[in-house]
């Protein structure tokens, strides 16, 4: 069974600090997605990264996948209360086949 | 373009009671995904649909669980009796090839 660890499970901060989410698994996947999911809604897809080393720019949001493809990490610079949500992350594998990771609340304050 | 529609939004039962939930995908999506999110947790997949075709059943508690897509586009997901486990968020999901679009959930709470 392959499993995604996130940490940390939860996180509160003030706006305008910056952070780091992180996604690991002993797994190596074929390519890994992160998800943002508000109360009452589906996740919704961020990014999604392929290629071993990958970094991707989200406007203040940058997400890398490992050399290895077994882990990622979700950067934010400069939060925003508009930011707070339930990142996930999830790996592929064997096609379209999703593992959630258990997700990291994130709660911004103003 | 309209997105995942999922009935309904909210129930509640007693346990041994059924239920059942329906999702509607986006049109052209031709598989259909149906995760179990336990309060504090990630989505787990309980189903993979191809068109009318199961893809993927392996984590659907077949005891209880069931879930059929007739026609290639609708699908009903039924538990059958519930136990108090059960209660969770029951979100559908479409993709045409590997983005997959989530629907709102169905919160189910099982007394």
């Known amino acids: 069974t392959q499993l995604l660890e996130q940490s940390p499970q939860f996180l509160s901060i003030q706006e305008g600090e910056n952070l780091t989410v992180y996604c690991n698994s002993s797994s190596v996947f074929s390519s890994l997605q992160w998800y943002r999911q508000e109360p009452g809604e589906g996740p919704v897809l961020l990014v999604t990264?392929?290629?071993?080393?990958e970094v991707k720019k989200l406007k203040r949001l940058t997400f890398q996948f490992g050399d290895a493809r077994k882990d990622s990490s979700l950067h934010i610079t400069a939060a925003q209360p508009g930011d707070t949500g339930l990142y996930l992350c999830a790996g592929a594998s064997g096609g379209s086949r999703l593992t959630f990771g258990e997700g990291t609340q994130l709660t911004v304050n103003p | 373009e309209a997105g995942v529609a999922q009935s309904p939004r909210y129930k509640i039962i007693e346990k041994r009671q059924s239920v059942a939930f329906w999702c509607n995908p986006i049109?052209?999506?031709?598989?259909l995904y149906w995760y179990q999110q336990i309060l504090g947790q990630g989505p787990k997949l309980l189903i993979q649909f191809q068109n009318n075709g199961v893809v993927d059943d392996s984590q659907l508690p077949k005891d209880r669980f069931s879930a059929e897509r007739l026609k290639g586009v609708d699908s009903t997901l039924k538990i059958q009796p519930a136990k108090l486990e059960d209660s969770a968020v029951y979100l559908c999901?479409?993709?045409?090839?590997?983005?997959?679009?989530f629907g709102p959930g169905t919160r189910l709470t099982v007394l």
């Open positions: 049109s052209g999506h031709a598989t």
């Open positions: 999901a479409s993709s045409l090839v590997n983005e997959q679009f």
């Open positions: 990264v392929v290629t071993g080393g």
